[in-house]
C-alpha cells in the first residue's frame, strides 16, 4: 500500500477527532507519517505522538500487542496465564496506551497486569520477575522531548526482550491491519477509578496492581544499603535537593530518602507529573538545563548535592560541590565511576567481595572502569550498547556462577546495583548516591575530592560524544550509507595516533594494525571502534532509538586540560572521515 493509499485508509477508519488532525496536511507531512511503519526493535518502538503508520497512537500500540500475543499463544497457556506486566511514565497518552495494552491482550486471552499508576523502568522491569509474568510492556520515550512516547517490551527475565524473541514478535505483527483489533471490555470509565487499586481485576483478563509490589521492590533495594552506620551518623547533616524533571521518580524517590532518614527537598516546580515538561526545554538529566532549577535551589539552601532523574527514572543525573564551594555537574561516566567505586571499596573494606566479582560496563563507556575495576583485582567486561546486553550478563551469571554481578553502567546516565531489575535504575542508583556522600562526609572528604583521587591515581580520563541527525525520511539510508562508507575505509591513525586495532561489530571482526584478524565474540552490531596505541579510543554507531549518528571518544591524560585536547581533535578527527 503506497502513503497515499494508506492515508486514505486512515482516514476512513479513525475517529472524527482523529480524522481532523489528517485533514489538510501536505503531501510531505503525508510521506512522513505514512511511507513507512514504525520500526520496532530490540528497544522496542519510539516516535512522535498523532496518527499515522510512523507515528505513536492507539492503533500503532494495539497492532503490536495483538502481535506481541499471538506470539505468547504460541508458548502455550501456561505463558498466556503467567501474563504481561504494563507500566508507564507521566508523558501524553501513556496512559492511554498502557490501558489500550492490557485490553488487546485481555481480548487474546493474555492476562495482564497494569499499573494503577505511573511508574518507573526499574519497577516494571522487577515487577516482571515479581509476577513470574512472561512478558512485561513499559511505555516511555525515556528522555526525549515531549512530543514522543514510545513502547519497550521486556522478556520474562525482566531484561529488554532479547533480538532473537523481538525478531519473532515481529514477524507477527507485520501482516497485521491497524483497525479493528479486538479490545477487552473493562468495567472502569475513568483513570481515577484505576488509581490506588492493588491486585483488583477490572475485567476477565486485566487485574490492576500497585503497593505490594512497591513494597517488595523497597525491601529488595534496602538490602543494597552499604553503610548504614554513615548514614546513621551523617544523614542529618545532609541536604539533597531532589527533581523528578516531572517524572515517575518523584514518589520512589523521596521514599527511599525517607527510610534512609536522609533530608531532601524537592524541586516545587518540577515535582508534580506534567506531559509537557514545562519547565525544561527536554526532561534529559544529561543537560544542565534540566538541574539548572535543582542546582538554583541547593545554592539558595546551602544543600549539598543535586540530583534528577527523566521520566521514566532510569537515568540519573547528579551536581555536586566542588573544591570552591561551587556546584559541578558530573557526566554519566564519572557518577558510574564513582558509584562502582564505592561499591567495591566498600565491599573490600567490610571483607566480603566475592572472588569472583565483576562489573559491566558498555564499550562507549570510560576506560576508567577496567583501571578501578583492575584496582580492587574485579574484572570488567564490555558488552554492545543498550542495557539489555548488561541484563544478559545478570541472567547469565545466575545460572553459570562464573561471575557475581557487583554493578552495571552506560555513559548515559544509566546505572545499576543489585540484580533486582534487569535495566538502569535511577531510584537505587540515588540511594547509592546519597549514602556514599555521607559515607565520604564521615571520612571528612567530599564525592568531588573522591572522583579526583581516582583521577590522580588512575589518569585524567575525558569523555565525548557527538551527534549528528539525518531527518527525514531519506534519514535512516543517509545514515546507513556513512557507516557503510566508515566500514570499508582503512583506518591506520588518527590524529597522529596509531590504531592498534579496529573492532567491526558488523562484520564482527576485530582486524590489528599488523594485519592479523580474530572473531568478535560479542553479537552483531552496526558499530565501528577504534583502539588506539596510547590507550584512548573512538567509536562511531547509529542511535537505537532516533535518526543520530554517534561518535564517541575517551581520552587519558595527565592533567584535565590535555586529556580534553586530546578527546577533541580525536572525536573532529573520525568525523571529518565519514561524515565529511
Same mark, same amino acid.
Given at each position: 500500500?503506497?502513503?497515499?493509499?494508506?492515508?486514505?485508509?486512515?482516514?476512513?477508519?479513525?475517529?472524527?477527532?482523529?480524522?481532523?488532525?489528517?485533514?489538510?496536511?501536505?503531501?510531505a507531512?503525508?510521506?512522513?507519517?505514512?511511507?513507512?511503519?514504525?520500526?520496532?526493535?530490540? @528497544? =522496542?518502538?519510539?516516535? *512522535?505522538?498523532?496518527?499515522?503508520?510512523?507515528?505513536m /497512537?492507539v #492503533?500503532? +500500540?494495539?497492532? !503490536?500487542?495483538?502481535?506481541?500475543?499471538?506470539?505468547?499463544?504460541?508458548?502455550?497457556?501456561?505463558?498466556?496465564?503467567?501474563?504481561?506486566?504494563?507500566?508507564?511514565?507521566?508523558r501524553?497518552?501513556?496512559?492511554?496506551?498502557?490501558?489500550?495494552?492490557?485490553?488487546?491482550?485481555?481480548?487474546?486471552?493474555?492476562?495482564?497486569?497494569?499499573?494503577?499508576?505511573?511508574?518507573?523502568?526499574?519497577?516494571?522491569?522487577?515487577?516482571?520477575?515479581?509476577?513470574?509474568?512472561? @512478558? =512485561?510492556?513499559?511505555? *516511555?520515550?525515556?528522555?526525549?522531548?515531549?512530543?514522543? /512516547?514510545? #513502547?519497550? +517490551?521486556?522478556? !520474562?527475565?525482566?531484561?529488554?526482550?532479547?533480538?532473537e524473541?523481538?525478531?519473532?514478535?515481529?514477524?507477527?505483527?507485520?501482516?497485521?491491519?491497524?483497525?479493528?483489533?479486538?479490545?477487552?471490555?473493562?468495567?472502569?470509565?475513568?483513570?481515577?477509578?484505576?488509581?490506588?487499586?492493588?491486585?483488583?481485576?477490572?475485567?476477565?483478563?486485566?487485574?490492576?496492581?500497585?503497593k505490594?509490589?512497591?513494597?517488595?521492590?523497597?525491601?529488595?533495594?534496602?538490602?543494597?544499603?552499604?553503610?548504614?552506620?554513615?548514614?546513621?551518623?551523617?544523614?542529618?547533616?545532609?541536604?539533597?535537593?531532589?527533581?523528578?524533571?516531572?517524572?515517575?521518580?518523584?514518589?520512589?524517590?523521596?521514599?527511599?530518602?525517607?527510610?534512609?532518614?536522609?533530608?531532601?527537598?524537592?524541586?516545587?516546580?518540577?515535582?508534580?507529573?506534567?506531559?509537557?515538561?514545562?519547565?525544561?526545554?527536554?526532561?534529559?538529566?544529561?543537560?544542565?538545563?534540566?538541574?539548572?532549577?535543582?542546582?538554583?535551589?541547593?545554592?539558595?539552601?546551602?544543600?549539598?548535592?543535586?540530583?534528577g532523574?527523566?521520566?521514566?527514572?532510569?537515568?540519573?543525573?547528579?551536581?555536586?560541590?566542588?573544591?570552591?564551594?561551587?556546584?559541578?555537574?558530573?557526566?554519566?561516566?564519572?557518577?558510574g565511576?564513582?558509584?562502582?567505586?564505592?561499591?567495591?571499596?566498600?565491599?573490600?573494606?567490610?571483607?566480603?567481595?566475592?572472588?569472583?566479582?565483576?562489573?559491566?560496563?558498555?564499550?562507549?563507556?570510560?576506560?576508567?572502569?577496567?583501571?578501578?575495576a583492575?584496582?580492587?583485582?574485579?574484572?570488567?567486561?564490555?558488552?554492545?550498547?543498550?542495557?539489555?546486553?548488561?541484563?544478559?550478563?545478570i541472567?547469565?551469571?545466575?545460572?553459570?556462577?562464573?561471575?557475581?554481578?557487583?554493578?552495571?553502567?552506560?555513559?548515559s546516565?544509566?546505572y545499576?546495583?543489585?540484580?533486582?531489575?534487569?535495566?538502569?535504575?535511577?531510584?537505587?542508583?540515588?540511594?547509592?548516591?546519597?549514602?556514599?556522600?555521607?559515607?565520604?562526609?564521615?571520612?571528612?572528604?567530599?564525592?568531588?575530592?573522591?572522583?579526583?583521587?581516582?583521577?590522580?591515581?588512575?589518569?585524567?580520563?575525558?569523555?565525548?560524544?557527538?551527534?549528528?541527525?539525518?531527518?527525514?525520511?531519506?534519514?535512516?539510508?543517509?545514515?546507513?550509507d556513512?557507516?557503510?562508507?566508515?566500514e570499508?575505509?582503512?583506518?591506520?591513525?588518527?590524529?597522529?595516533?596509531?590504531?592498534?586495532?579496529?573492532?567491526?561489530?558488523?562484520?564482527?571482526?576485530?582486524?590489528?594494525?599488523?594485519?592479523?584478524?580474530?572473531?568478535?565474540?560479542?553479537?552483531?552490531?552496526?558499530v565501528m571502534?577504534?583502539?588506539?596505541?596510547?590507550?584512548?579510543?573512538?567509536?562511531?554507531?547509529?542511535?537505537?532509538?532516533?535518526p543520530k549518528?554517534?561518535?564517541?571518544?575517551?581520552?587519558?591524560?595527565?592533567?584535565?586540560?590535555?586529556?580534553?585536547?586530546?578527546?577533541?581533535?580525536?572525536?573532529?578527527?573520525?568525523?571529518?572521515?565519514?561524515?565529511?
Amino acid at each position: 500500500m503506497d502513503y497515499i493509499a494508506a492515508y486514505e485508509y486512515w482516514k476512513q477508519h479513525v475517529s472524527p477527532s482523529e480524522r481532523a488532525e489528517l485533514e489538510g496536511i501536505d503531501d510531505a507531512e503525508i510521506a512522513d507519517r505514512f511511507s513507512l511503519p514504525l520500526a520496532f526493535g530490540t @528497544a =522496542g518502538m519510539r516516535g *512522535t505522538i498523532g496518527m499515522g503508520t510512523f507515528r505513536m /497512537n492507539v #492503533y500503532t +500500540v494495539a497492532r !503490536a500487542t495483538k502481535g506481541l500475543a499471538n506470539w505468547i499463544e504460541t508458548l502455550g497457556e501456561d505463558a498466556k496465564q503467567a501474563g504481561v506486566l504494563i507500566s508507564y511514565d507521566t508523558r501524553r497518552m501513556s496512559y492511554e496506551f498502557a490501558l489500550t495494552a492490557a485490553r488487546v491482550l485481555g481480548a487474546a486471552g493474555v492476562r495482564a497486569f497494569l499499573f494503577e499508576n505511573v511508574r518507573p523502568v526499574p519497577f516494571c522491569s522487577f515487577a516482571v520477575g515479581y509476577l513470574k509474568a512472561i @512478558a =512485561g510492556i513499559m511505555i *516511555t520515550a525515556s528522555h526525549n522531548p515531549k512530543e514522543y /512516547n514510545g #513502547y519497550k +517490551v521486556y522478556g !520474562a527475565d525482566g531484561a529488554q526482550m532479547s533480538p532473537e524473541h523481538t525478531a519473532k514478535v515481529v514477524e507477527f505483527i507485520e501482516g497485521l491491519d491497524y483497525f479493528g483489533i479486538p479490545q477487552e471490555e473493562i468495567n472502569v470509565s475513568s483513570r481515577q477509578e484505576v488509581m490506588g487499586l492493588d491486585n483488583v481485576p477490572i475485567s476477565e483478563h486485566i487485574t490492576v496492581v500497585g503497593k505490594q509490589i512497591d513494597e517488595a521492590y523497597f525491601a529488595r533495594i534496602e538490602k543494597l544499603s552499604l553503610s548504614p552506620e554513615a548514614v546513621a551518623r551523617q544523614g542529618k547533616n545532609l541536604r539533597i535537593v531532589y527533581t523528578p524533571i516531572h517524572g515517575t521518580g518523584a514518589i520512589p524517590v523521596t521514599t527511599i530518602l525517607s527510610r534512609m532518614h536522609i533530608p531532601f527537598d524537592v524541586v516545587p516546580e518540577q515535582a508534580k507529573p506534567d506531559t509537557e515538561f514545562s519547565t525544561v526545554k527536554v526532561p534529559n538529566p544529561e543537560q544542565p538545563e534540566a538541574l539548572s532549577m535543582g542546582v538554583a535551589l541547593a545554592n539558595e539552601l546551602g544543600s549539598d548535592v543535586v540530583i534528577g532523574t527523566d521520566p521514566d527514572a532510569d537515568r540519573m543525573g547528579v551536581a555536586v560541590r566542588d573544591d570552591k564551594g561551587e556546584f559541578t555537574l558530573l557526566n554519566g561516566n564519572q557518577i558510574g565511576a564513582l558509584l562502582m567505586d564505592y561499591i567495591l571499596l566498600r565491599h573490600t573494606e567490610r571483607g566480603d567481595l566475592p572472588s569472583n566479582a565483576a562489573v559491566v560496563k558498555t564499550i562507549v563507556t570510560t576506560s576508567l572502569a577496567k583501571a578501578i575495576a583492575a584496582s580492587y583485582g574485579v574484572e570488567c567486561m564490555d558488552v554492545l550498547t543498550g542495557f539489555k546486553f548488561i541484563g544478559e550478563k545478570i541472567n547469565t551469571w545466575a545460572v553459570t556462577h562464573e561471575h557475581t554481578f557487583m554493578f552495571g553502567y552506560e555513559e548515559s546516565y544509566g546505572y545499576l546495583s543489585g540484580t533486582h531489575a534487569k535495566d538502569k535504575d535511577a531510584v537505587v542508583s540515588a540511594m547509592l548516591f546519597a549514602e556514599m556522600v555521607c559515607y565520604y562526609k564521615d571520612q571528612g572528604v567530599s564525592v568531588y575530592q573522591r572522583l579526583q583521587q581516582l583521577f590522580a591515581k588512575h589518569g585524567y580520563y575525558v569523555e565525548k560524544s557527538q551527534s549528528t541527525v539525518f531527518p527525514g525520511l531519506s534519514g535512516m539510508k543517509d545514515m546507513a550509507d556513512k557507516m557503510a562508507k566508515l566500514e570499508a575505509t582503512t583506518i591506520d591513525s588518527l590524529a597522529g595516533i596509531e590504531v592498534a586495532y579496529t573492532d567491526n561489530y558488523n562484520a564482527r571482526i576485530r582486524r590489528y594494525a599488523d594485519g592479523r584478524e580474530e572473531p568478535i565474540t560479542l553479537p552483531k552490531s552496526q558499530v565501528m571502534y577504534y583502539a588506539l596505541s596510547s590507550g584512548d579510543w573512538v567509536c562511531a554507531r547509529p542511535s537505537g532509538t532516533e535518526p543520530k549518528l554517534k561518535v564517541y571518544v575517551s581520552a587519558k591524560g595527565d592533567s584535565k586540560d590535555a586529556a580534553n585536547a586530546k578527546a577533541e581533535v580525536l572525536i573532529q578527527a573520525l568525523s571529518k572521515i565519514f561524515l565529511g
